[in-house]
Protein backbone atom coordinates (compact mmCIF):
# COMPACT_ATOMS: atom_id res chain seq x y z
CA UNK A 1 0.00 0.00 0.00
CA UNK A 2 1.19 3.15 -0.84
CA UNK A 3 1.26 6.02 1.74
CA UNK A 4 2.69 8.75 3.14
CA UNK A 5 1.77 10.88 6.32
CA UNK A 6 2.99 13.95 7.25
CA UNK A 7 3.37 15.33 10.71
CA UNK A 8 5.39 18.25 12.76
CA UNK A 9 3.48 21.10 11.65
CA UNK A 10 2.34 23.81 13.85
CA UNK A 11 2.55 27.83 14.58
CA UNK A 12 5.82 29.24 15.14
CA UNK A 13 7.46 32.70 15.11
CA UNK A 14 9.65 33.94 12.74
CA UNK A 15 12.97 33.01 13.20
CA UNK A 16 11.79 29.91 14.53
CA UNK A 17 12.36 26.55 13.43
CA UNK A 18 10.40 23.37 13.03
CA UNK A 19 11.19 19.89 12.00
CA UNK A 20 8.52 18.19 9.41
CA UNK A 21 8.23 14.21 8.98
CA UNK A 22 6.96 12.36 6.34
CA UNK A 23 6.37 8.52 7.52
CA UNK A 24 6.27 6.27 4.43
CA UNK A 25 4.85 2.99 4.17
CA UNK A 26 7.47 0.28 2.78
CA UNK A 27 6.91 0.33 -0.69
CA UNK A 28 6.63 4.19 -1.12
CA UNK A 29 9.57 4.46 0.78
CA UNK A 30 11.61 2.04 -1.75
CA UNK A 31 10.48 4.58 -4.94
CA UNK A 32 13.47 6.61 -5.17
CA UNK A 33 12.49 10.68 -5.09
CA UNK A 34 10.89 12.19 -2.77
CA UNK A 35 9.89 15.53 -1.73
CA UNK A 36 8.20 18.65 -0.41
CA UNK A 37 6.58 20.94 -1.96
CA UNK A 38 4.25 23.49 -0.04
CA UNK A 39 0.86 25.63 -0.91
CA UNK A 40 -0.36 29.13 0.22
CA UNK A 41 -3.77 29.98 -0.15
CA UNK A 42 -4.86 31.04 -3.14
CA UNK A 43 -1.43 30.26 -5.10
CA UNK A 44 -0.15 26.95 -6.75
CA UNK A 45 1.98 24.17 -5.47
CA UNK A 46 5.27 24.79 -5.34
CA UNK A 47 8.52 22.67 -4.78
CA UNK A 48 10.31 23.08 -1.42
CA UNK A 49 13.03 20.40 -1.88
CA UNK A 50 13.53 17.12 -3.16
CA UNK A 51 16.31 14.16 -2.46
CA UNK A 52 17.36 10.86 -4.06
CA UNK A 53 17.57 7.51 -2.35
CA UNK A 54 20.82 7.60 -2.12
CA UNK A 55 20.37 10.50 0.20
CA UNK A 56 23.71 11.87 -1.36
CA UNK A 57 21.83 14.23 -3.85
CA UNK A 58 19.39 16.86 -2.56
CA UNK A 59 17.78 20.15 -4.69
CA UNK A 60 16.12 23.26 -2.83
CA UNK A 61 14.23 26.00 -3.98
CA UNK A 62 16.27 29.17 -4.08
CA UNK A 63 13.62 30.63 -1.57
CA UNK A 64 14.53 27.69 1.49
CA UNK A 65 17.99 27.50 -0.09
CA UNK A 66 20.23 27.63 3.47
CA UNK A 67 17.44 27.58 5.90
CA UNK A 68 15.64 24.29 5.04
CA UNK A 69 17.30 20.09 5.24
CA UNK A 70 15.70 17.66 3.86
CA UNK A 71 17.04 14.25 4.91
CA UNK A 72 15.88 10.42 5.26
CA UNK A 73 16.09 8.02 8.28
CA UNK A 74 15.74 5.02 6.35
CA UNK A 75 16.06 2.61 9.69
CA UNK A 76 12.44 4.82 10.35
CA UNK A 77 11.01 4.85 6.58
CA UNK A 78 10.67 8.57 7.20
CA UNK A 79 11.70 11.38 5.19
CA UNK A 80 12.79 15.21 7.41
CA UNK A 81 12.53 18.65 6.77
CA UNK A 82 14.38 20.34 9.05
CA UNK A 83 13.19 24.35 8.70
CA UNK A 84 15.07 26.86 10.51
CA UNK A 85 15.07 30.32 10.43
CA UNK A 86 11.40 30.51 9.52
CA UNK A 87 9.80 33.28 7.93
CA UNK A 88 6.05 34.37 7.43
CA UNK A 89 6.59 33.82 3.61
CA UNK A 90 7.09 30.31 4.39
CA UNK A 91 3.48 30.10 6.22
CA UNK A 92 1.33 26.93 3.78
CA UNK A 93 0.64 23.81 4.14
CA UNK A 94 3.45 21.58 3.13
CA UNK A 95 3.37 18.21 1.74
CA UNK A 96 5.52 14.88 1.52
CA UNK A 97 5.37 13.73 -2.21
CA UNK A 98 7.24 10.39 -3.99
CA UNK A 99 7.89 9.47 -7.43
CA UNK A 100 8.84 5.71 -8.58
CA UNK A 101 11.10 7.35 -11.32
CA UNK A 102 14.88 8.99 -10.05
CA UNK A 103 14.64 12.62 -11.02
CA UNK A 104 14.90 16.00 -10.05
CA UNK A 105 12.04 17.45 -11.60
CA UNK A 106 10.24 20.25 -9.46
CA UNK A 107 6.88 20.50 -10.92
CA UNK A 108 4.25 18.90 -8.69
CA UNK A 109 2.92 16.89 -11.57
CA UNK A 110 6.19 15.02 -11.95
CA UNK A 111 5.07 13.31 -8.32
CA UNK A 112 2.74 10.15 -8.26
CA UNK A 113 2.15 10.39 -4.46
CA UNK A 114 1.33 12.15 -1.83
CA UNK A 115 0.15 13.11 1.34
CA UNK A 116 -2.24 14.77 2.88
CA UNK A 117 -0.07 17.69 4.21
CA UNK A 118 0.59 19.74 7.35
CA UNK A 119 0.00 23.39 8.20
CA UNK A 120 3.25 25.17 8.53
CA UNK A 121 2.07 29.07 9.83
CA UNK A 122 4.74 31.69 10.50
CA UNK A 123 3.97 34.74 12.46
CA UNK A 124 5.65 37.62 12.38
Known amino acids: QVQLVESGGGLVQAGGSLRLSCAAS????????MGWFRQAPGKEREFVASIIWSADSTDYADSVKGRFTISRDNAKNTVILQMNSLKPDDTAVYYC?????????????????WGQGTQVTVSS
Open 97 to 113: AADPRLHFRRAASEYTH
Open 26 to 33: ERTFSMPT
